[in-house]
Nanobody, 122 residues
Framework: VQLVESGGGLVQPGGSLRLSCVASGNAYSIDPMGWYRQAPGKERELVAT???????NYAASVKGRFIISRDNAKTTVYLQMNSLKSEDTAVYFCNAQITVATLDGYSYLEEWGRGTLVTVSG
């Protein structure tokens, strides 16, 4: 399974951006999916996750400003980012926990996208 992000870019403080991540490939399940970010000089951190049943989890720093959603039929996860702040500047990575059926049962994998840069400045 491969994850491909899109939607990053430059935005002014207070603005909005919407990130998308499409998962392609064969899998028994892709659940949960989520977004992480890594700012310059900092460690990668959780932004938000969502299950196939649409249960969500948010980092405290983005709660109330960001909304994660997913389209199970399209195996796509979105991150709507509103009221952006300079401290939201980071590379945003899509993440997915993947279950693959094997001859012996199931294998569990974790996949990451390559990341998309979000810059809040201006």
């Amino acid at each position: 399974v491969q994850l491909v992000e899109s939607g990053g870019g430059l935005v002014q403080p207070g603005g909005s951006l919407r990130l998308s991540c499409v998962a392609s490939g064969n899998a028994y399940s892709i659940d949960p999916m989520g977004w992480y970010r890594q700012a310059p000089g900092k460690e990668r951190e959780l932004v938000a996750t969502i299950t196939s049943g649409f249960s969500t989890n948010y980092a405290a720093s983005v709660k109330g400003r960001f909304i994660i959603s997913r389209d199970n039929a399209k195996t796509t996860v979105y991150l709507q980012m509103n009221s952006l702040k300079s401290e939201d500047t980071a590379v945003y990575f899509c993440n997915a926990q993947i279950t693959v059926a094997t001859l012996d049962g199931y294998s569990y994998l974790e996949e990451w996208g390559r990341g998309t840069l979000v810059t809040v400045s201006g």
